[in-house]
């Protein structure tokens, strides 16, 4: 072939254990309410900057040194980031991959997380706890795009690779890894139930 791909952006989604993940769900959805209830700094934060919704981003974001719950999420989700952080070619010079943060968003209908990304961290990702029929997914941005300039648009049954952007389903029980420099956002929650999901970022150390 006289045309190769290169510069490949890498995104990983696969469920966080083969059984069990609705009992785990249950558990987590309980405890997830509950961190809001308690969190009064976290609805402040969240009524300025989250509009609609919960996020404990702001107030309560290393989850997993609290909670045994959230201590044993941790060591399912470092599985997986170990994993994908192999099929990068990251070289840890030695170093570790190791959970710095972990938090809850609650989305109830009409609440939308705007274009971001994650910086001081190598690998991000989400877990699906509760995602209602309909619910938004995750929209990622090709990170190309501010230099397209005078290109056209792709056509629209353009193939995957070639896409400006692709949205992964929120499926619960499902872990979504990306590299934290890659942007991404979630449309406004069109399902009638909330949306729960645990948002994590890894580093190196």
Same mark, same amino acid.
């Given at each position: 072939?006289?045309?190769?791909? +290169? =510069?490949?952006?890498?995104?990983?989604?696969?469920?966080?254990?083969?059984?069990?993940?609705?009992?785990?769900?249950?558990?987590?959805?309980?405890?997830?309410?509950?961190?809001?209830?308690?969190?009064?700094?976290?609805?402040? +934060?969240?009524?300025?900057?989250?509009?609609?919704?919960?996020? #404990?981003?702001? #107030?309560?974001?290393?989850?997993?040194? =609290? /909670?045994?719950? =959230?201590?044993? %999420?941790?060591?399912?989700?470092?599985?997986?980031?170990?994993?994908?952080?192999? /099929? %990068?070619?990251?070289?840890?010079?030695?170093?570790?991959?190791?959970?710095?943060?972990?938090?809850?968003?609650?989305?109830?209908?009409?609440?939308?997380?705007?274009?971001?990304?994650?910086?001081?961290?190598?690998? /991000?990702?989400?877990?699906?706890?509760?995602?209602?029929?309909?619910?938004?997914?995750?929209?990622?941005?090709?990170?190309?795009?501010?230099? =397209?300039?005078?290109?056209?648009?792709?056509?629209?049954?353009?193939?995957?690779?070639?896409?400006?952007?692709?949205?992964?389903?929120?499926?619960?029980?499902?872990?979504?890894?990306?590299? /934290?420099?890659?942007?991404?956002?979630?449309?406004?929650?069109?399902?009638?139930?909330?949306?729960? #999901?645990?948002?994590?970022?890894?580093? +190196?150390?």
């Amino acid at each position: 072939m006289p045309v190769r791909s +290169w =510069f490949a952006t890498q995104i990983y989604c696969e469920p966080l254990q083969r059984a069990g993940l609705d009992r785990l769900n249950r558990g987590l959805v309980d405890e997830c309410h509950r961190i809001r209830d308690y969190d009064a700094a976290g609805r402040r +934060w969240s009524a300025r900057n989250y509009p609609g919704g919960y996020t #404990s981003y702001a #107030s309560l974001n290393t989850l997993h040194r =609290f /909670s045994s719950t =959230f201590g044993e %999420l941790e060591k399912k989700l470092l599985r997986h980031a170990r994993v994908y952080a192999r /099929s %990068l070619d990251l070289d840890l010079r030695g170093r570790a991959i190791a959970l710095s943060d972990c938090w809850v968003n609650i989305m109830p209908p009409h609440t939308a997380h705007s274009l971001h990304l994650h910086p001081l961290s190598i690998i /991000s990702g989400t877990y699906y706890v509760a995602t209602p029929p309909g619910c938004a997914g995750l929209k990622f941005e090709d990170p190309r795009l501010d230099r =397209f300039m005078a290109a056209p648009p792709k056509r629209p049954d353009a193939r995957p690779g070639h896409r400006t952007h692709v949205t992964y389903p929120a499926v619960a029980g499902n872990v979504v890894l990306f590299e /934290s420099w890659l942007r991404h956002e979630v449309a406004p929650n069109p399902a009638t139930a909330e949306r729960i #999901s645990i948002s994590f970022n890894f580093s +190196w150390s």
